[in-house]
């Protein structure tokens, strides 16, 4: 029975992982399309009293590009040109092109977020603008991150290269273009490399939708050296600021050899020593010692001791003759 209810309550866990991992996935990522980005710009035109722009495959592509490129930098900056890559990719068919470009990342962006980020006069340049004819959107997700861009342009000959014929735009939209008035707020301009300092140093003050990219190209060094010399982590730049391109090469100071002059060495000089008369030594002849001289050299105690015992033998041998003498006859 209780192993019964132990695997009653495993299946009844199981079931719930199943049911909540699917929607938390699903809340993790933003739903938002290109198409939505496009409705959404052509929304707030037509409010504005705007033709709707005109989807172009071109841009399209451009935008899509971007925004996969963002992705693999995992940071939400401008790469750096929008006018260059749009022309380079074919938009206006050679002729004088301007662009702008929006964007935008969010793990669960939704269309109003989107909407709200770009509210401000810079981003609104593709509501707002009537220069404008075409427009194109990409969306990538990486990481659970969802990078959005959009692309707007115009050109100056008015090509309709890549547009989509099916697209909503005013008939008579070409007849609005102003040559010559590029949307400069949102431009990314072009990297003038600085002149470098009297001490060899180069610094590069950020403009507006300049990239890091794009810096690196212009001074020909790379991205991954002007993060070690300005301590950045990712790519993320900032207007106003001012990049480390090179640094004061440090002087090398070279020893300077001084000649010295070998000082002389001394020959020491031998001093004879004077000889020193060794005298002869002269052999004194050692007398022979005496009977007396021998009895000093005996120890005093063994003297004692055997004129004792002589004495005693002499004693006794006068004992002896006494007690043997005859007596004389009567």
């Known amino acids: 029975m209780r192993r019964f209810n132990l695997t009653r309550i495993f299946a009844l866990f199981a079931l719930v992982l199943a049911l909540v991992l699917p929607a938390s996935k699903a809340t993790a990522e933003s739903s938002v399309t290109a198409s939505d980005l496009i409705s959404l710009v052509n929304s707030m035109r037509t409010a504005n009293g705007l033709p709707a722009l005109a989807v172009n495959s071109i841009l399209m592509g451009t935008a899509q590009s971007t925004a996969a490129t963002m ?10 040109n929008v006018r260059g890559r749009v022309a380079d990719a074919g938009y206006g068919g050679g002729s004088t092109v301007w662009a702008t470009e929006n964007i935008a990342c969010g793990y669960t962006a939704t269309l109003g977020d989107i909407q709200g980020w770009w509210s401000d006069s810079a981003h609104m340049l593709p509501m707002v603008e009537p220069a404008y004819t075409d427009i194109g959107a990409g969306v990538y997700q990486s990481g659970g991150m969802t990078y959005f861009v959009v692309h707007a342009a115009y050109s100056t000959g008015g090509s309709t290269a890549g547009r989509d014929s099916s697209s909503s735009s005013s008939s008579g939209s070409s007849s609005t273009i102003v040559a010559g008035t590029p949307d400069m707020s949102q ?21 507006y939708g300049q990239s890091l990219a794009s810096i690196a190209e212009a001074y020909g060094v790379t991205v991954q050296e002007l993060q070690a010399l300005n301590g950045l982590t990712g790519i993320d730049i900032y207007a106003g600021n001012t990049l480390i391109i090179r640094k004061a090469p440090t002087a090398t100071v070279s020893p300077t050899r001084t000649s010295t002059v070998p000082r002389p060495t001394r020959t020491p000089t031998r001093t004879p020593r004077p000889v020193t008369a060794t005298p ?6 050692t007398p022979e010692p005496g009977v007396f001289d021998a009895l000093s050299t005996i120890d005093r105690p063994t003297l004692g001791f055997g004129l004792v015992v002589v004495s005693a033998i002499g004693l006794i041998v006068m004992i002896s003759v006494s007690m043997f003498k005859k007596k004389p006859k009567a």
């Open 187 to 207: 431009y990314i301009y072009g990297v003038v490399t600085s002149t470098p300092d009297a001490d060899g140093s180069v610094y590069h003050k950020i403009l």
């Open 280 to 285: 002869t030594r002269t052999i004194t002849p």
């Open 71 to 80: 992705a693999s930098y995992g940071s939400c900056t401008h790469l750096g």
